[in-house]
């Protein structure tokens, strides 16, 4: 690491260069605030070791200004005229320590790698931070479709807001994901600190919210910190929280409300400060309607609404969604990103995905995972999204929005192909007389849906992943 000396006494600077060598420091040193400054702007060094009284200035003027310009350079100030004064100034604008001439070299030692430690810890923190910040800024999260758009324009203007929002839209859309960006664009130095509230039955959540005393029931051992006083001075993302008990959604209102905690068992209440954003995959106007969610916690919560479109909703971005998971799920494995065919891309896009994103992800990576070509085809795809997520009845229905016959066909098609390779070991001439088809018939369409490779011969038995 770098050290900069900054002290008049040439035979100070030329001592401690010694000593802070022999500490395995690379030592630069300075005999003034013009000489300091040439020197930071060569090489930023991680410490500075710098008298108040220099001929040509105050040391407190070198340390606002490096402060100002990078606050990452930690600074011990040394003078040879103790006052709490000068002290107290030293450290309020930025001085890791402050230390009297003369000064125990030891002492001086302790106090170095104290800065040294404080330091990396603050570096590892922005690191992390940042990290964090470019995973979920708005740009990361896919999507160029206007819906998404609206969506982002929204959540760029209220980031930085202390409003509670409510983000509604169906499971596996990506609210969390949303809350996150919220939060870590914010500039809350606090916890995101997320909760399905659906998951836990009313007791258990109220003791993970809220916390509990030790002996507040049966089971209690010890006493438990809520998530509300985890995510002080941050962020709490309360999700599915349409599902939550009208008692459980009265103590919520007085959270909200008052911005106090009370822990189960306990008299007395703590304040919180923490910016609630909820998520609910309901529609809260129709609950409100039938009595099971309060009108008042909604006001409450639905400050600003956020409508999260479903993928369906926005088509478009199906194949950056689908690039992405390619990327992810490949490098997991260690590989280079495959293609993926044109057939099995049509089939995806025509696909309903009532589970959305997440699905869709599912899916990807159940590809990754199968497919034995460089080419993710539809060989690897599940039969319902073969289908477009249509599997015929014994009534064969025709769906309220319609269908495509010819699409609706050519899937089902696809679907008994496949299971006439698997059952005849991949042997096309057998599965085509399963199938009552000519082999060059069979051929064709093996080949236009890339159920075989190109150059596959007739006699060749044909790799295929059973669906079971």
């Given amino acids: 690491m770098d050290l900069l000396i900054v002290d008049d006494e040439a035979s100070l600077r030329d001592f401690l260069t010694i000593v802070f060598e022999e500490e395995a420091w690379a030592v630069e040193s300075a005999g003034s605030l013009s000489e300091a400054r040439i020197a930071i702007a060569k090489r930023e060094p991680d410490l500075v070791l710098c008298d108040v009284m220099v001929p040509d200035g105050s040391g407190l003027d ?17 003078t040879a005229h103790t006052s709490t004064k000068a002290a107290v100034e030293a450290l309020r604008a930025g001085a890791f320590d402050y230390i009297a001439k003369p000064f125990d070299i030891e002492e001086l030692k302790i106090i170095v790698r104290k800065a040294v430690e404080r330091k990396e810890l603050e570096d590892e923190n922005l690191h992390l931070r940042t990290a964090l910040e470019e995973r979920f800024t708005f740009s990361s999260i896919i999507g160029k479709s206007s819906k998404m758009q609206e969506v982002f324009s929204v959540v760029q203007r209220i980031a930085k807001t202390m409003s509670t929002v409510l983000i509604s839209g169906e499971s596996g859309t990506g609210k969390e994901l949303i ?5 870590y664009n914010s500039g809350r130095r606090g916890k995101f600190v997320s909760i399905n509230c659906g998951a836990l039955p009313e007791t258990l959540l109220e003791s993970e919210l809220f916390g509990h005393e030790r002996g507040a029931f049966t089971g209690a051992i010890r006493e438990k910190r809520g998530l509300f006083a985890e995510a002080d001075r ?16 009265i103590k919520l209102l007085r959270v909200l409300q008052e911005r106090l905690v009370r822990k189960v068992g306990s008299n007395s209440e703590v304040p919180v400060d923490v910016r609630v954003i ?36 926005r088509k478009e971005d199906i194949p950056l969604l689908v690039e992405h998971f390619i990327v992810k799920y490949s490098a997991n494995i260690g590989l280079e990103p495959r293609r993926i065919s044109s057939d099995a891309m049509r089939a995806i896009e025509k696909h309903h995905w009532p589970g959305n994103v997440r699905e869709l992800e599912n899916v990807i990576e159940r590809m990754i995972a199968l497919e034995t070509s460089d080419v993710l085809t539809t060989k690897s795809l599940p039969e319902n999204v ?83």
């Fill in 386 to 468: 073969l289908l477009g997520g249509r599997i015929p009845d014994a009534t064969f229905e025709i769906p309220a929005d319609g269908l495509s016959l010819q699409d609706h066909l050519e899937a089902i098609g696809k679907i008994f192909m496949l299971k006439a390779l698997e059952r005849t070991g991949g042997v096309q001439t057998q599965a085509a007389e399963l199938l009552r088809m000519s082999f060059r018939s069979f051929r064709y369409y093996a080949k236009k849906y890339d159920l075989i490779p190109r150059d596959t011969k007739p006699e060749d038995p044909v790799e295929v992943e059973s669906e079971g």
């Fill in 179 to 183: 809350a996150r960006a919220i939060h």
């Fill in 62 to 78: 070198l340390l606002r200004e490096v402060k100002g310009q990078n606050p990452s350079i930690a600074f011990i100030m040394i």
């Fill in 278 to 313: 909820a998520a609910t995959n309901r529609d809260l106007n129709d609950s409100i309607e039938k009595g099971t969610f309060r009108e008042d916690l909604f006001y409450r919560i639905n400050v600003i609404p956020i409508e999260f479109p479903s993928l369906r909703a």
């Fill in 234 to 249: 941050g962020t709490i993302f309360l999700d599915e929280i349409g599902d939550t008990s009208t008692a459980m959604q």
